[in-house]
């Protein structure tokens, strides 16, 4: 079992940047796959990007592709999500998770645990 903790949100400027972490409890943070996903009021919860166990891999939508980045340290039991030409459509609760499933997963329902989110709101 792993418990996710993210932070480092909040209100921005469209054009600026953000840098989220999700900080692992436990020893096996290794043998999960992370993701990070994002959720507005009214709307579906939205991938935004995933990497590999290793971090070797990185998989984004367009939505943010070119944008947003993720990095992970085994070692630290923290995943990032840089965040960066961020848009007031960017605003939405961001949300860390894990997979013990295959890395490529990109459906909510494929991950096991989350975190509690952070808030990112981007302003015009």
């Known amino acids: 079992q792993v418990q996710l903790v993210e932070s480092g949100g909040g209100l921005v400027q469209a054009g600026g940047s953000l840098r989220l972490s999700c900080a692992a409890s436990?020893?096996?943070?290794?043998?999960?796959?992370m993701g990070w996903f994002r959720q507005a009021p009214g709307k579906e919860r939205e991938f935004v990007g995933r990497?590999?166990?290793?971090?070797?891999?990185?998989y984004y939508p367009d939505s943010v592709k070119g944008r947003f980045t993720i990095s992970r340290d085994n070692a630290k039991n923290t995943v990032w999500l840089q965040m960066n030409s961020l848009k007031p459509e960017d605003t939405a609760v961001y949300y860390c998770?894990?997979?013990?499933?295959?890395?490529?997963?990109?459906?909510?329902?494929?991950?096991?645990?989350w975190g509690q989110g952070t808030q990112v709101t981007v302003s015009s």
């Open positions: 998770a894990a997979t013990s499933g295959p890395y490529y997963v990109t459906d909510p329902g494929d991950y096991d645990y």
């Open positions: 436990g020893r096996t943070f290794s043998s999960y796959a």
């Open positions: 990497i590999s166990r290793s971090g070797g891999r990185t």
